[in-house]
């Protein structure tokens, strides 16, 4: 069974909402990339587009734009997304995944690109 937890994250508010989606619209979602435009109509938000830019797997492993595919990678980081430097300089080897939703992904984060998120939902 695969579910999702997708943040849609609202900028001229300064909001974000988490919203569940379950199986038979959360396989619609499988092989998008970071980057792509979805419908809002998957969360029961009419006439809302969102813009997918990022997410997590089941272990924490954050997704990044300019790895492709959905498999683990071991990455020498410098800067964000996925490593924060204490000091200028600083690199470490981290564990990331790519830019493509696969199965193995637990949250979805998205900004609204066009419309409006409702107060009440």
Not at 24 to 32: A, D, E, K, T, V
């Amino acid at each position: 069974m695969v579910k999702f937890n997708l943040v849609v994250s609202d900028p001229k508010k300064g909001i974000a909402k988490s919203f569940e989606v379950d199986e038979p619209l959360s396989l619609s979602l499988i092989g998008m990339k970071i980057g792509d435009i979805i419908d809002g109509s998957i969360i029961n938000l009419p006439n809302v587009k969102l813009k997918i830019t990022g997410g997590s797997d089941f272990a924490g492993f954050p997704m990044i734009p300019y790895l492709p595919g959905g498999k683990k990678y071991r990455v020498l980081m410098s800067h964000p997304p996925g490593f924060r430097p204490k000091e200028d300089g600083l690199r470490k080897r981290k564990t990331v995944r790519g830019n493509t939703i696969t199965s193995d992904i637990v949250q979805i984060n998205t900004v609204i690109v066009e419309g409006d998120l409702p107060a009440d939902k």
